[in-house]
């Protein structure tokens, strides 16, 4: 037996130990819910199941909603933003292969949650329109929730995908030591923003109402809450968000994240084979590669690239030399524009002195 082996095993132990005990103490499963997407013909809803204890309460800090087109209809009280240490989205306990019921309208899809408690469920034939909508997740023992799903039109032509670590949010990733710091220790509603990133975006979507914005990040899905919370707080365009489990795999003790995100990126390009994408992200980790590779792979589906340059004292930070991870990632997005800036500014500034074509 590996050693990734072994630590699934304990993960799913402790995952049972602990559904057993914090039921004793009175804990009921919930709903997380977290922004679906699909086209008019079938829809993914995303949750997960996990335990809670019906007595906790938190506070949630509640800034002003700017109006822009890019955001569900969500007050914001339903944001499960936590104001405190960041460290407490990560004690959690799964509730595995829970029997969960998706709703819309009168279609009825019954599933369970995977092994690690998320949910996943493919829809065809949904009947809902282009836009945000809610659909219902009822999981056994759990109070059901309303799940929101993006609905891409079909007439959209231009989509957006971005990173979120180094690219919007200041976090210095991956770290280890200042990684643990910033997502264990500082509040979670103190993290920053990159300068002008909010106006690089609402720009290159002034012309695109209806263009699907999706966040690709390897950020762990228990910081949902918080990334969304963010989002709204700094004006970013709201969409759905495809993180990753840190959990162990059947090859290693961590999910490959530059993996992850080659995989969640070729899936959107085959998901919507009508849309050409913007991509955006920082030279700090690999997303100068993946990108240049889903220009390789993909050459007439790709509007443009933005990539938002690290300082040395940041590249420093992020993986341990003051030269980009990958400094020669760009031989393949020679066939498209790609732009280069310090922050949201610069990159706007490019943008604006070199179009993206049909952007």
Known sequence: ????????????????????????????????????????????????????????????????????AHRPPRNLKDLREEAGRGWRQFFTIQVGYQP??????????????????????????????????????????AKPVQ??????????????????????????LPRALLA???????HTNTRKAVPGMAAFYHELL??????????????AWNTYGTLESFLIKHGLPVGPMLLTDWGPTPTGLFRSG????????????????????????DDGQHDPLIYGNAVFEHPDRIAGVAIRQLTPSEHVLSHGTAAPFDDAVTAHTSSVPTIYGADGYELLERYREHPFPGV
């Open 100 to 141: 969960v019921t998706v709703r819309i309208g009168s279609i009825e899809v019954h599933s369970r949650t995977n092994d690690n408690g998320y949910i996943d469920v493919l829809i065809q034939d949904h009947g809902l329109e282009p836009g945000w909508h809610t659909v219902t997740i009822d999981a056994e023992g």
């Open 147 to 172: 799940a929101r799903v993006l609905i891409v039109a079909p007439g959209a032509r231009i989509g957006l995908v971005s990173d979120i670590d180094d690219t919007v949010m200041v976090t210095w």
């Open 258 to 281: 530059q993996e992850h995100k080659k995989v969640q990126l070729r899936n959107l390009i085959i998901e919507y084979p009508h849309i050409q994408w913007i991509l955006v992200g």
């Open 1 to 68: 037996m590996g050693l990734a082996d072994i630590a699934r095993k304990v993960e799913r132990t402790i995952n049972r130990v602990g559904t057993r005990q914090s039921t004793k103490a009175g804990w009921r499963p919930t709903i997380t819910d977290f922004a679906g997407y699909g086209s008019p013909t079938r829809v993914h809803v995303l949750g997960r199941v996990l335990m809670q204890n019906p007595d906790a309460t938190v506070e949630v800090d509640e800034p002003a909603l700017p109006p822009t």
């Open 180 to 186: 643990a710091w910033n997502s264990w220790v500082r």
């Open 206 to 219: 002034a012309n695109h109402p209806d263009a699907p914005v999706f966040y690709l990040s390897t950020g």
